[in-house]
């Protein structure tokens, strides 16, 4: 499985950007495709995730209410429309592939077989 990740770049706060994420390869009958961000000196985490069999989607906390991921009209791929940005929300972002994720596992690392190479968000001040 590969994952493409593009729509990174700069911003000033209150803007928007809309990340996607392609997914190319293996298919699986079901699967979760997710988006982690990592800011520098601290923990990827969870930002957001879709259910692709069903369309169920979660968000972390504090992205709550200005981002929204969805199924993109091209195959395999999610968008993360991101909305409101501030400049917390610098940091590099990643989508990732479970196949084996669960709702209770979701917002894991662990949870993610497959990773893209990630895209740069910063947000200025």
């Known amino acids: 499985v590969q994952l493409q990740a593009s729509g990174g770049g700069l911003v000033q706060a209150g803007g928007s950007l809309r990340l996607s994420c392609a997914a190319s390869?293996?298919?699986?009958?079901?699967?979760?495709i997710s988006w982690f961000r990592q800011a520098p000196g601290k923990e990827r985490e969870f930002v957001s995730a879709?259910?692709?069999?069903?369309?169920?989607?979660y968000l972390a906390d504090s992205v709550k209410g200005r981002f929204t991921i969805s199924r993109a009209n091209a195959r395999n791929t999610v968008n993360l429309q991101m909305n409101s940005l501030k400049p917390e929300d610098t940091a590099v972002y990643y989508c990732?592939?479970?196949?084996?994720?669960?709702?209770?596992?979701?917002?894991?690392?662990?949870?993610?077989?497959?990773w893209g190479q990630g895209t740069q968000v910063t947000v200025s001040s």
């Open positions: 990732a592939l479970g196949s084996r994720a669960i709702v209770s596992t979701l917002r894991s690392k662990s949870a993610y077989d497959y």
């Open positions: 390869g293996r298919t699986f009958s079901n699967y979760y």
């Open positions: 879709l259910r692709w069999s069903g369309g169920s989607t």
